[in-house]
C-alpha cells in the first residue's frame, strides 16, 4: 500500500476523533515530509527511520484507525467521561513526553509506556463503544 494515502487516511480519521492539535501536527508534518522524499523518489515514509518515537506513535495509530468505529470518540465523549478525560491527558502526556525526547532526555522505552497507555485507553473506549452500540442494535438499553 502506498504510504502517503495511508498517512492522509490516519489523519483524517485522528481529526474525526477530534485528537488533540498537537498530535495532528505530528501526522500533518510527516505527510508534509513524505511527499517531499516520495518527489525524490525515496517512496518512504520519512522521518520514521530517523525518529523512533514517531515510528512507534504512527504505528500504534494506524493500529487503532484499524479496530476504530466511526462515532466512538464521540460516544466516549458524551456517554463516558472520566475516559475520555482519560484518553486526552495521555494524549497530552505523548506530546510531553516526544517533545522531551526531541532533546533527548526520556528514553525510546518511555515513550513507548506512555504510548501504551494511550493506547490500552483507546483500546477500552472502542470496546465499550462496540458493546454499547450492539445493545443499542438489538434493541436493549
Known sequence: MNALPQLESDY??????GARPELLKKLEDQMRRFSV???SGNGRIAG?????FECLF?????????RDTNGSSKHIRNHHPDLYRQIDEAERRI???WKAGL???PTIEEFREVVKHWYLLYLQGIEIYRKE???????VV
Do not use: C, F
Open 12 to 17: 483524517q480519521k485522528a481529526k474525526e476523533k
Open 58 to 66: 504512527q504505528k500504534a495509530m494506524q493500529d487503532l484507525n484499524q
Open 37 to 39: 522524499e516520495n518527489a
Open 103 to 105: 532533546v533527548g532526555k
Open 95 to 97: 506530546d510531553e513526553v
Open 48 to 52: 520514521t527511520d530517523d525518529d523512533p
Open 133 to 139: 452500540h450492539r445493545k443499542s442494535d438489538i434493541g
